[in-house]
């Protein structure tokens, strides 16, 4: 038996000692992230590019009144016509103040202006087949991971059926059969949601076996336990305990899926299937630029927006993986 401590008459006591000191306040698991994401400096650096990119897809009218041509306008009297070679006159393909990136061989297009409105068309097509990808492949992956049994192996083997597809071969075939006026859409509005439900709708067994994985740890877990014993049911059990917990993987891999989705895209517009011109997309700059291979300024600045962009959504990806990853230092 301990006898209480004894205070001597002046001295301070706990409580009085314990007053001046700094209060100290609990993290949470997103705050806790989010300063392991500022330390990140590359990811971050990624998130910048990134954040710039869909400024300019959003201002891209105002970006190109300012500093550059309509992207469609031709400029016949800057093309050398006289000697046959078609390029642009002046350096490094008519680079100047008025057209940044130069002009385009043949009609005089401003590169400039058609590369911002191609981030348009990449950026719109990729984020939203990525989110239809998420959608489906979330909705998909937690009811096999959770319910398992039957209803785990059918939704197992429809992934397997969905990963054997060989999407650009049918991407390809339908575009190329699909009219110009179907469905009550007409022209590259058709041609923009058709490429979303494409490339949406066929990769989402990707994130659904990642989905599924997670799940199937998680309904082991103690608090998963312990909220079926005071008698949960299934639906809270999936929304409250399950979807929470699943938000930081769907977070990376949506971030991840995305610069694939851009590639997409671009492949499909350089074989000619996709966006129809004039509208500009960088893929399609990209398959005009093949016939004059002589003049690489045609090809650099396309081709570098679309390497740009997937690899600032790479890192950006890879550093939220290892901020909402707790094992990961």
């Known amino acids: 038996m301990t006898t209480p401590l004894e205070?001597?008459?002046g001295a301070s006591s706990p409580e009085a000692i314990l007053q001046g000191a700094p209060r100290i306040e609990g993290r949470s698991l997103w705050r806790i992230s989010w300063t392991r994401l500022k330390r990140d400096k590359v990811a971050m650096a990624g998130a910048v590019v990134v954040g710039l990119l869909i400024l300019m897809a959003i201002f891209a009218p105002l970006i190109v009144k300012v500093l550059g041509d309509p992207p469609n306008a031709f400029h016949q009297d800057l093309i050398d016509t006289?000697?046959?070679?078609?390029a642009p006159y002046g350096k490094?393909?008519?680079?100047?103040?008025?057209?940044?990136?130069?002009l385009e061989?043949?009609?005089?297009?401003?590169?400039?202006?058609?590369?911002?409105?191609?981030?348009?068309?990449?950026?719109?097509?990729?984020?939203?087949?990525?989110?239809?990808?998420?959608?489906?492949?979330t909705t998909?992956?937690?009811?096999?991971?959770f319910f398992g049994g039957w209803v785990d192996a059918a939704i197992s083997r429809l992934m397997d059926i969905f990963l054997a597809f060989p999407l650009l071969v049918f991407a390809i075939a339908l575009a190329g059969v699909m009219p110009d006026d179907a469905f009550g859409l007409k022209g590259n509005t058709l041609r923009v949601c058709?490429?979303?439900?494409i490339v949406g709708f066929f990769n989402w067994p990707y994130i659904g076996r990642i989905i599924r994985g997670q799940t199937l740890s998680l309904r082991e877990r103690e608090y998963v336990d312990a909220a079926r014993s005071l008698g949960a049911r299934r639906p809270y059990i999936l929304f409250t305990e399950l979807l929470p917990n699943l938000l930081g993987p769907?977070?990376?891999?949506?971030?991840?899926?995305?610069?694939?989705?851009?590639?997409?895209?671009?492949?499909?517009?350089?074989l000619g299937v996709?966006?129809?011109?004039?509208?500009?997309?960088?893929?399609?700059?990209?398959?005009?630029?093949?016939?004059?291979?002589?003049?690489?300024?045609?090809?650099?600045?396309?081709?570098?927006?679309?390497?740009?962009?997937?690899?600032?959504?790479?890192?950006?990806?890879?550093?939220?993986?290892?901020?909402?990853?707790?094992?990961?230092?």
């Open 274 to 329: 996709g966006i129809r011109p004039p509208t500009a997309s960088w893929g399609g700059m990209l398959s005009d630029a093949v016939t004059f291979y002589t003049m690489p300024h045609f090809m650099l600045w396309p081709g570098l927006a679309i390497f740009v962009t997937v690899l600032a959504f790479n890192l950006f990806g890879d550093g939220l993986r290892d901020a909402l990853d707790p094992r990961a230092r």
């Open 194 to 197: 058709l490429l979303i439900f």
């Open 82 to 86: 006289k000697t046959g070679t078609l």
């Open 105 to 137: 061989p043949v009609n005089g297009r401003d590169i400039f202006s058609r590369v911002v409105y191609g981030s348009r068309i990449s950026l719109l097509i990729a984020f939203f087949a990525t989110l239809l990808s998420v959608a489906i492949g």
């Open 140 to 145: 998909m992956g937690v009811i096999a991971g």
């Open 250 to 270: 769907i977070l990376v891999y949506s971030t991840l899926l995305i610069p694939t989705n851009i590639l997409f895209e671009a492949a499909l517009s350089f």
């Open 92 to 102: 490094f393909g008519g680079i100047s103040w008025q057209h940044l990136m130069g």
């Open 7 to 9: 205070v001597e008459p």
